[in-house]
C-alpha cells in the first residue's frame, strides 16, 4: 500500500507560479514512475507528466514550457513546478505511483488561478 499526499496548492493571480509536492509512504518510491494529473471542473481528469524512477520526463503538449516534473527519491517527494499560471490552469491536481502492478492515487490539491 502506497499513500500519496499533495499540497502546495492555492489561489494564484495569472501569471503567478506555484511548485506542487506529492509525497509518498514506503520505501519503494525510486523504483515508482510518478505523475500528475488534473481534472478542471465538468472535464475529465487528464495526464500533465510524468517521471520515470530513472528521471525521464514526459509532458502532455499543453503543459510544456510552462511544467516542470522532478522528484528526491530521498524525500520520497514529487514536485510539479507550474510558472505563469493561467486561468485554465484551475483544476485539482493528483499525484499516482505506479509500481508495475498497481496505480495509486493522492486526494489531490486545489489550484485556483484568478484574480
Known amino acids: 500500500q502506497v499513500q500519496l499526499v499533495e499540497s502546495g496548492g492555492g489561489l494564484v493571480q495569472p501569471g503567478g507560479s506555484l511548485r506542487l509536492s506529492c509525497v509518498a509512504s514506503?520505501?519503494?518510491?525510486?523504483?515508482?514512475?510518478m505523475g500528475w494529473y488534473r481534472q478542471a471542473p465538468g472535464k475529465q481528469r487528464e495526464l500533465v507528466a510524468i517521471?520515470?524512477?530513472?528521471?525521464?520526463?514526459n509532458y502532455v503538449d499543453s503543459a510544456k514550457g510552462r511544467f516542470t516534473i522532478s522528484r528526491d527519491n530521498a524525500k520520497n517527494t514529487v514536485y510539479l513546478q507550474i510558472n505563469s499560471l493561467k486561468p485554465e490552469d484551475t483544476a485539482v491536481y493528483y499525484c499516482?505511483?505506479?509500481?508495475?502492478?498497481?496505480?495509486?492515487w493522492g486526494q489531490g490539491t486545489q489550484v485556483t488561478v484568478s484574480s
Open positions: 514506503g520505501s519503494g518510491f525510486s523504483l515508482y514512475a
Open positions: 499516482n505511483a505506479n509500481t508495475g502492478i498497481r496505480v495509486y
Open positions: 517521471i520515470t524512477s530513472g528521471g525521464s520526463t
